[in-house]
């Protein structure tokens, strides 16, 4: 599994999102200068994460971006795979392969499949308001909620 720079950029945006949560819209050149990610390529992921229903967009000077959903709603998981795709493929690359051995073949699929399932469950159960809770905890500004 790698994380590509659009992965890392987009979830590093809209964790910044989680952060500005309720207070309105926020603007794109202000996301790119906190998180250090170029404008340009922030605005294409945007795009992407507003087609997919992450965020949602104003247009106008008071325009800006917002999530669409809670940071409570909103999991690492479903990040990841909008802007990366699956994490890991479902479906060994190179089918020209006869193995004198195919049951080697189920051995090893079994390994990746059970490791996709873990990362997955790691990732599903992470959402953006953990992370803003962990930034909190860091800074002894911790919320805690019964």
Same mark, same amino acid.
């Given at each position: ?14 964790? #910044? ?12 050149? #202000? ?6 990610? @170029? ?6 992921? /945007? ?13 106008? @000077? ?15 998981? #479903?990040?990841?795979?909008? /802007? ?7 479906? @060994?690359?190179?089918? #020209? ?28 159960? /992470? ?20």
């Amino acid at each position: 599994m790698r994380i590509s720079s659009k992965g890392d950029y987009g979830l590093r945006a809209l964790f #910044d999102l989680a952060q500005h949560y309720g207070e309105g819209p926020v603007q794109s050149d #202000d996301i790119a200068t906190r998180q250090g990610i @170029p404008g340009n390529y922030l605005n294409q992921l /945007l795009i992407t994460m507003r087609r997919a229903g992450l965020i949602e967009s104003m247009r106008g @000077p008071q325009g800006g971006h917002m999530l669409a959903r809670s940071p409570e709603a909103i999991t690492l998981l #479903d990040i990841l795979v909008t /802007l990366e795709g699956p994490l890991l493929p479902t479906e @060994p690359t190179r089918d #020209d392969l006869v193995a004198s051995v195919p049951e080697d073949h189920d051995f090893v699929a079994e390994v990746w499949l059970g490791l996709r399932h873990r990362i997955e469950g790691v990732l599903a159960t /992470l959402t953006l308001d953990d992370l803003c809770q962990r930034k909190r905890e860091r800074s002894g500004h911790a919320m805690y909620h019964i």
